[in-house]
């Protein structure tokens, strides 16, 4: 379809301006001519299409960390080290800022 707007497109420059505009360039313009609904319908599909790629991606690779941790014995070695990351954050923060009597 594309291919065939481009030809008729080109067919119908005029004779002087031929030469300065090659088939070439007139593809690397294509959102120029192109009508709007076409470039609607691709957006829709190239929308679609990169929200499964994301959606498969993220199952993959959640998938393999899951497996990942499952071969290291399971959530407590992350749980561990959020509760040692949370505790070392609540010690700072009251050396930081000591607790006034009121």
Do not use: C, D
């Amino acid at each position: 379809m594309r291919k065939r707007l481009i030809q008729k497109y080109h067919q119908n420059v005029p004779k002087g301006v031929k030469k300065f505009v090659k088939l070439s360039t007139l593809k690397k313009l294509k959102i120029a001519y192109i009508p709007y609904n076409e470039l609607f319908k691709e957006g829709i599909f190239a929308g679609l299409g990169w929200a499964v790629g994301v959606t498969i991606g993220f199952a993959v690779i959640s998938s393999v960390l899951v497996i990942i941790l499952r071969q290291l014995g399971g959530l407590p070695v992350i749980g561990n080290w959020i509760a040692s990351i949370f505790q070392e954050t609540q010690l700072q923060l009251l050396k930081r800022t000591p607790i006034i009597p009121q």
